[in-house]
């Protein structure tokens, strides 16, 4: 599995966090940025992870800023996203299991490094159930198409 994950400046410590325990759990990984504190625009982040996810140059996503608000809901503007802003295990469960959620967003400033990690964990390894919720999910992704 492939992961590309991105943080602006206010998640950078944790999107280092999150980087060794994807490792550990034997993703590859690629960082899109940024790698230092000063100020960048998350929209520009979330527009960089997400496209790989679209391309299927990466199977799934990992985005990070302050609260994971902005950078998810841009993340959400993207076609073919479905990010969920997830701050704890059962949430992280299931977005994968009900949603389908190729995209994770993470608070760097509201989650701690030893939660992120379980909740990275837990996304990584559950999967889509489908069923009754593949039907969902295709009503949630046809809405792009009512616009």
Request: hydrophobic share 40%; with cysteine; charged share 25%.
């Amino acid at each position: 599995m492939k992961i590309t994950v991105g943080s602006d400046h206010g998640a950078v410590a944790l999107k280092e966090e999150v980087k060794m325990v994807l490792k550990e759990l034997g993703v590859e990984v690629k960082d899109v940025g940024t790698f230092g504190t000063e100020s960048v625009d998350y929209p520009d982040i979330a527009e960089k992870v997400c496209a790989d996810v679209v391309s299927g140059e990466s199977d799934r996503g990992i985005v990070l800023c302050g609260t994971g608000i902005g950078i998810s809901i841009a993340a959400n503007k993207i076609d073919g996203i479905r990010c969920a802003l997830c701050n704890d295990v059962y949430s992280a469960r299931m977005s994968r299991a009900h949603n389908n959620a190729n995209v994770l967003a993470l608070g760097g400033r509201v989650t701690g490094f030893g939660p992120a990690g379980e909740i990275v964990r837990v996304w990584v390894r559950e999967e889509f159930q489908g069923g009754r919720h593949e039907r969902r999910v295709n009503k949630i992704m046809a809405l792009q198409d009512k616009q």
